[in-house]
C-alpha cells in the first residue's frame, strides 16, 4: 500500500514551506501548541484494567481517517510550527500497514517536524523495531506496568508478557531509545516501583511513572487503587538520591537522576499536580476529532473541517482549536464522585 502524498502546489504552499509557520498555534492562554499525538486506532490487543473494559466496542474502520488523511492533517499542523508528532493508540502498531503512515511521516524529519515517536504495549515491537528506525523514529515509549508474567496477565488480561520482553529486546537490538511507562496503582504494582526502576535503568531504559486517570468505565477501582506519585516521591527520596533535572521531551513528565542506578526517573501527575500551565500539545483521535485537553470534552472536526473546506477549512478549524482550548483539567477522584471525569475511554483520545 502506498500512501499518495499531495502535490506540492495542492496545498495552497503549505506543503513547500515548512520550515517557517507563519501563523504558529498559540492558545488564548499564551501556550504555543507544538506537539500532537495522533491516535492512528481505538483499537488495542490487551485489555488493561485501567485503560478498557473487558468487552469493547471498537469504532467501525469506514469511520477511521485514511492515511492520506492522517498526513495531509499533520502537513498543515507542521505548516503551522509543530515539530513533534507521536503516533499513539490503542495499540499504534496493530493497525494495518502502520508502518506505510509511519515512513511518510518519518520523511518530514527536517523538513519541520524535529521528532516522529510512538507509544505502543510493545506487543507487535520485535516485528516493527527495525523498520522504525528505519523510518525516523529514534525514541519509543513502552507500556508495562509490572515485570511479574502471572500479574502482567492479570493487568492487561492477555498472555503476553514473553512478546513485550522480545519486542523490548529488538527496540533496543535496532537502536531505538526505550522509556517505560508504568501506571502506578496502590495494591496493584506499587510493591514493584523498586525492582522496575532497577530492571530499567540496569538495561539503560528510562522509567517514567504514571498516575491513573479517571477516563472511560474500566475494570479497576480507580479510588482505591489511586497512587499519589507525590507520596511516591518521598518513599524513593528515603531511600535514593533524586535529583531534579531540566530534561524536557516535549510532555508533561517532570524528571529527577537516581544516583545509585545511574537512571532517569519520570513522574506523570495529573491527579495530584497537574501540568496544565506548560501544556504545548493536542491529541488528534482516528475518526479526526480534535480534542484540547486529555481531561476535558473540547473538541474540533477536523476531518469535517477538510472533507468539507479543503485548505481554508482545516486552517480555519485550527485557529477555531486555538480559541477554545481550556485553560486545564480538573479531575477529581473521590467515593462521592465514582463515574468518570470523561466518558471516553483512554484508546479513544490516545493518551
Given at each position: 500500500?502506498?500512501?499518495?502524498?499531495?502535490?506540492?502546489?495542492?496545498?495552497?504552499?503549505?506543503?513547500?514551506?515548512?520550515?517557517?509557520?507563519?501563523?504558529?498555534?498559540?492558545?488564548?492562554?499564551?501556550?504555543?501548541?507544538?506537539?500532537?499525538?495522533?491516535?492512528?486506532t481505538d483499537r488495542c490487543d490487551f485489555r488493561c484494567v485501567y485503560c478498557m473494559s473487558e468487552d469493547m466496542v471498537f469504532l467501525p474502520k469506514k469511520d477511521v481517517l485514511s492515511f492520506e488523511e492522517v498526513e495531509t492533517i499533520a502537513s498543515a499542523f507542521i505548516a503551522r510550527g509543530t515539530t513533534k508528532i507521536r503516533l499513539t493508540g490503542g495499540e499504534p502498531l496493530v493497525r494495518r500497514d502502520i508502518m506505510e503512515l509511519v515512513k511518510c511521516l518519518g520523511s518530514r524529519i527536517g523538513q519541520g517536524l524535529e521528532e516522529l515517536t510512538i507509544t505502543t504495549n510493545g506487543?507487535?515491537?520485535?516485528?516493527?523495531?527495525?523498520?522504525?528506525?528505519?523510518?525516523?523514529?529514534?525514541?519509543?515509549?513502552?507500556?508495562?506496568?509490572?515485570?511479574?508474567?502471572?500479574?502482567?496477565?492479570?493487568?492487561?488480561?492477555?498472555?503476553?508478557?514473553?512478546?513485550?520482553?522480545?519486542?523490548?529486546?529488538?527496540?533496543?537490538?535496532?537502536?531505538?531509545?526505550?522509556?517505560?511507562?508504568?501506571?502506578?496503582?496502590?495494591?496493584?504494582?506499587?510493591?514493584?516501583?523498586?525492582?522496575?526502576?532497577?530492571?530499567?535503568?540496569?538495561?539503560?531504559?528510562?522509567?517514567?511513572?504514571?498516575?491513573?486517570?479517571?477516563?472511560?468505565?474500566?475494570?479497576?477501582?480507580?479510588?482505591?487503587?489511586?497512587?499519589?506519585?507525590?507520596?511516591?516521591?518521598?518513599?524513593?527520596?528515603?531511600?535514593?538520591?533524586?535529583?531534579?533535572?531540566?530534561?524536557?521531551?516535549?510532555?508533561?513528565?517532570?524528571?529527577?537522576?537516581?544516583?545509585?542506578?545511574?537512571?532517569?526517573?519520570?513522574?506523570?501527575?495529573?491527579?495530584?499536580?497537574?501540568?496544565?500551565?506548560?501544556?504545548?500539545?493536542?491529541?488528534?483521535?482516528?475518526?479526526?476529532?480534535?480534542?484540547?485537553?486529555?481531561?476535558?470534552?473540547?473538541?474540533?472536526?477536523?476531518?469535517?473541517?477538510?472533507?468539507?473546506?479543503?485548505?481554508?477549512?482545516?486552517?480555519?478549524?485550527?485557529?477555531?482549536?486555538?480559541?477554545?482550548?481550556?485553560?486545564?483539567?480538573?479531575?477529581?477522584?473521590?467515593?462521592?464522585?465514582?463515574?468518570?471525569?470523561?466518558?471516553?475511554?483512554?484508546?479513544?483520545?490516545?493518551?
Amino acid at each position: 500500500m502506498a500512501i499518495s502524498i499531495l502535490a506540492p502546489n495542492s496545498y495552497n504552499g503549505i506543503m513547500n514551506a515548512p520550515f517557517a509557520p507563519s501563523r504558529p498555534l498559540i492558545d488564548s492562554h499564551g501556550r504555543t501548541i507544538s506537539y500532537l499525538r495522533i491516535s492512528v486506532t481505538d483499537r488495542c490487543d490487551f485489555r488493561c484494567v485501567y485503560c478498557m473494559s473487558e468487552d469493547m466496542v471498537f469504532l467501525p474502520k469506514k469511520d477511521v481517517l485514511s492515511f492520506e488523511e492522517v498526513e495531509t492533517i499533520a502537513s498543515a499542523f507542521i505548516a503551522r510550527g509543530t515539530t513533534k508528532i507521536r503516533l499513539t493508540g490503542g495499540e499504534p502498531l496493530v493497525r494495518r500497514d502502520i508502518m506505510e503512515l509511519v515512513k511518510c511521516l518519518g520523511s518530514r524529519i527536517g523538513q519541520g517536524l524535529e521528532e516522529l515517536t510512538i507509544t505502543t504495549n510493545g506487543s507487535q515491537l520485535a516485528k516493527h523495531a527495525e523498520g522504525l528506525f528505519a523510518a525516523g523514529v529514534r525514541r519509543i515509549n513502552v507500556s508495562l506496568d509490572t515485570l511479574d508474567p502471572q500479574r502482567f496477565n492479570a493487568i492487561t488480561r492477555r498472555d503476553r508478557f514473553s512478546d513485550v520482553m522480545s519486542g523490548i529486546d529488538a527496540a533496543q537490538a535496532a537502536g531505538l531509545a526505550l522509556k517505560i511507562n508504568m501506571v502506578a496503582m496502590r495494591g496493584v504494582n506499587d510493591d514493584e516501583i523498586e525492582p522496575m526502576m532497577a530492571w530499567a535503568h540496569g538495561r539503560g531504559l528510562g522509567l517514567t511513572l504514571i498516575e491513573g486517570m479517571p477516563l472511560g468505565e474500566v475494570g479497576i477501582d480507580r479510588v482505591e487503587s489511586y497512587l499519589p506519585l507525590r507520596e511516591l516521591h518521598e518513599r524513593l527520596s528515603r531511600r535514593y538520591t533524586l535529583t531534579r533535572l531540566d530534561k524536557r521531551t516535549g510532555g508533561p513528565a517532570r524528571y529527577v537522576h537516581v544516583a545509585e542506578t545511574g537512571g532517569v526517573l519520570g513522574f506523570i501527575t495529573p491527579m495530584s499536580h497537574n501540568f496544565c500551565e506548560s501544556c504545548n500539545r493536542v491529541r488528534l483521535t482516528a475518526t479526526g476529532q480534535l480534542f484540547l485537553c486529555l481531561g476535558q470534552d473540547d473538541q474540533v472536526n477536523l476531518r469535517d473541517a477538510w472533507r468539507e473546506g479543503g485548505p481554508a477549512g482545516l486552517d480555519a478549524a485550527l485557529d477555531h482549536a486555538m480559541r477554545i482550548k481550556p485553560k486545564g483539567h480538573d479531575f477529581v477522584l473521590d467515593r462521592s464522585r465514582p463515574e468518570p471525569a470523561v466518558a471516553r475511554h483512554m484508546s479513544v483520545t490516545g493518551g
